[in-house]
């Protein structure tokens, strides 16, 4: 009878076994009308009754915060995570170590410390990198504390490591990894001394030290082969493989093949997802952008289907530079910006993503590109990593040379060509040596330099437009193109530039062109006589009509489905082809 008015207003609906609110509007209606009081009153008076009826723990958990009570809250996140939660739910493990150690009277040190080091884990894996650090530091505190024996203090220095790794601290990984490694070497080797050895393969690696790189991991396949470790020769295969890519192509590619078919029955979800990210990043630096768009699908849905949100964004950042390889930059554009408009704390990744962004831009002529272009080359600097440094110093160089000053170009192309060829970067290596072949200087192909480029290094120009076009890279034919002596060819390689949208790149061609003396270089887009202005994307016109219309760029947004950020980048690619203030 107490229900009986609610009921028939419509804003209770009843059943045998629950009451409850026909709509949320109307559940949000009556707590915001309770005092602070009056809700925390009735909550635990809620609380209360589910805890004798033996309600979910995951429900009691969050109804428990709602109530203030920290340390209720703090048991019934315990009992989930012991109950075992699915192990692609990362998020909700990260939510649940957070609020089980937001209390943690009840608990004894070492159970404090492995809560910490699921935390560390799962905010690796939920991008809050940050975060997953200090959790990361805290286990290893506690288990140096509690006097804890070797192989469990190993691991949490080896957590230390990665964590830190993720956030571009490469220094201090590498001495977390040193710790871990000494710890581990005073006993048995084990598949944890298996993954600790693989990782400094890998550190090796991302320092330059190529070939010690290929011997650790390679003691780390024996160990991992000979005792059925198929886990950690996963790893380890795919960590040769990258290694061995630069120096051995064929036995680089048979590693990472083996490792893909291993990891795809055996390995772990996590590893198993980088190494397809590894692959397609390989693929994409030896121009195969078509095959590393392949490969890079099914690292996004196998990260998807684990729950791996940092190696989503691995594979959507890889994805928007296939995109721009591919000469379809609005779409890498609008990926990346909401990608960034959506992350929480990346980690070192970010600066893959500005870099893309930063090569958009600089090809445009957005004068957003010289402080991007920079932000990713300190960046990716600090990581140590060189695919990193790679990524964003050729858009640093390409921004370089975009501004007319050969004197820098020079310096930078040099140090860029020296870090490739240390490196085994044969991408890295070629491009920098391609840019300093258009500023006179000698040079010549080198093996495992990819075919196009090869050929760009040869001086065969023409046999270099097709192999780009082969592999699908409009603007990579185009400045092949413009390199020919023939002013049909140089002119047709000129509009293509125009039709990629890369309105900077065209400008400083032109003027090159006339430098050589070429006679009627044509000029940019204009707009046409109808009215229509065939030099913007579709998706750039559909924004022109609706400024037209007066609409602001918060509106556009909401009128277009994408974030404010996209519009305003698409905003300010309009004005600089428009050529208007």
Sequence with gaps: ETLHEAEGSGLLASSPDRIRFRHELGRTAIVEAMSFGERMAATNQVLDALIDAGADPTLLVHLSRAAGDGRRASRFAIEVLDEGLAPTNHREIWKLTRIALECTTDLSPGRVASLHLEAARAG?????????????????????????????????????????????????????????????????????????????????LIAGDVDDAVTRAGESIDLADGNGWVQELVYALGVRGVARWGPDPEAGRADMDRALRLGALHGTPDRHAANLHNQSVLLLRNAEPLPAERVVDEAERYSREHGLDNLVFHAQ?????????????????????????????????????????????????????????????????????????????????????????????????????????????????????????????????????????????????????????????????????????????????????????????????????RVRGIQGVPRGPRKSADGAVPILTDRQADVLALIAKGMTNAQIADELFVARRTVDNHVSAILSRLGVE
Aim: hydrophobic content about 45%; some cysteine.
């Design 124 to 204: 690796r894996v939920t991008n809050n990198h940050g975060e997953a650090v200090i959790h990361a530091e805290k286990a290893v505190e506690l288990a140096v504390e509690l006097g804890a024996v070797a192989a469990t203090l190993a691991s949490a220095w080896l957590t230390l490591a990665m964590n830190r790794a993720a956030t571009g601290d490469r220094h201090r990984s590498t001495e977390a990894l040193h710790r871990a490694k000494e710890l581990l070497d005073r006993g048995p080797m084990t598949e944890e001394w298996v993954r600790c050895n693989t990782r400094m393969a890998a550190a090796e």
């Design 317 to 513: 950042v890889q994805r928007a530079h296939i995109l721009i390889h591919q000469g379809r930059t609005v779409e890498a554009e609008t990926l990346v910006n909401d990608l960034i408009e959506r992350a929480s704390d990346p980690g070192a990744i970010k600066a893959s993503a500005d870099a893309a962004l930063a090569r958009i831009w600089s090809r445009r002529g957005d004068p957003m590109a010289d402080a991007l272009v920079e932000q990713a080359w300190t960046d990716a600097v600090a990581t140590g990593e060189i695919q990193k440094i790679a990524i964003a110093g050729l858009a640093r160089l390409e921004h370089v040379w975009l501004q007319g000053d050969d004197e820098p170009l020079r310096r930078f192309a040099h140090h860029l060509a020296q870090l490739g060829e240390r490196h085994r970067h044969h991408r890295l290596r070629a491009d920098a040596l391609r840019m300093l072949k258009r500023l006179g200087e000698e040079v010549a192909p080198f093996d495992g330099c990819p075919r196009p480029l090869a050929a760009a290094l040869a001086g065969d120009h023409r046999l270099a437009a097709e192999l780009w076009e082969e592999a699908g890279q409009p603007y990579e034919r185009a400045l092949e193109l413009v390199e020919s002596t023939d002013t049909s060819i140089a002119f047709e390689g000129l509009r293509l530039l125009d039709r990629t949208g890369a309105t900077r790149t065209a400008d400083l061609v032109r003027q090159r062109l």
